[in-house]
């Protein structure tokens, strides 16, 4: 029966009507509308002679990297498992393409891996507001809209200009992508890695590092003066960090066939 009639697809569209059916109930709203969501990795314990295990000198282990994204009522969207070392950011935006349209968090939390300026920007254009609680922040540069721009009380903040002709230059290009994620062509995470091994090469990857700056100077300005954010995005995270302690000895929501454990 199993191998007959069960396939990924059908599980996952299970798994939804599941989820909504739970969501029915008004226990969830006890914690959360389900509107935001946050991401956090944990390390799962493997053994040495793996193809997935790495030593990692964070945990003092081998093992491998759960990757969760937990809704703010607690259900748990979304799930990946890759090496220790892996950029765990890459694959925040996945949910776009792998969970029912009506689930999808409008607000993501994370830590400091999912502020990077390319994937800032690829959310930007997915139309979800990515805001990560970020680690040594105030080594991040600020950019204005131009240098004729003065502001009385952060001018001395704001230490480059921001390049508006690339990304004019290449904002069908931009779109592009973002439309095919929407259609399911290509996943997030696929994409962020293209852009990160060809860096140096690809003038596309500029663009979206650029609008990704402009995107993060615009949420650190409101961090720094909203501490009500700031209670918020700590919040957040601390939830999701709570919640993969749990996840990790049971039950996840999505885990696709890539040697996840269940």
């Avoid at 390049?163 to 069908?172: G, R, V, Y």
């Amino acid at each position: 029966m199993n191998q007959r009639h069960v396939t990924e697809q059908k599980l996952n569209e299970a798994i939804d009507i599941v989820v909504d059916g739970y969501r029915a109930f008004p226990l969830p709203e006890a914690w959360g509308l389900g509107k935001t969501a946050s991401a956090d990795g944990t390390q799962w314990d493997l053994y040495p002679q793996n193809f997935m295990s790495e030593y990692q000198i964070r945990y003092g282990d081998w093992g491998g990297l759960g990757y969760y994204l937990v809704a703010d009522d607690y259900i748990a969207l979304f799930s990946r498992f890759s090496t220790c070392g892996s950029w765990e950011g890459h694959d925040i935006l996945d949910f776009v393409t792998e969970t029912d349209e009506s689930l999808h968090p409008e607000i993501v939390h994370t830590d400091t891996q999912g502020q990077s300026a390319a994937i800032l920007g690829l959310a930007h254009l997915l139309g979800i507001q990515l805001m990560p609680r970020i680690r040594h922040w105030k080594d991040l540069r600020l950019y204005r809209a131009s240098f004729e721009d003065r502001y009385e009380h952060i001018d001395a903040l704001l230490t480059k200009e921001m390049d508006w002709k690339l990304i004019a230059a290449f904002w069908p290009d931009m779109l592009r992508v973002a439309v095919s994620i929407a259609d399911g062509r290509v996943t997030p995470s696929t994409v962020l890695r293209r852009l990160a091994t060809y860096t140096r090469k690809n003038k596309l990857s500029f663009a979206f590092c650029e609008l990704g700056c402009a995107v993060r100077t615009i949420f650190l300005l409101r961090f720094l003066t909203d501490i009500d954010l700031r209670h918020r995005i700590r919040g957040a995270t601390n939830k999701s960090e709570r919640s993969t302690n749990s996840l990790s000895g049971g039950f996840c929501r999505r885990g696709r066939d890539r040697g996840e454990p269940s």
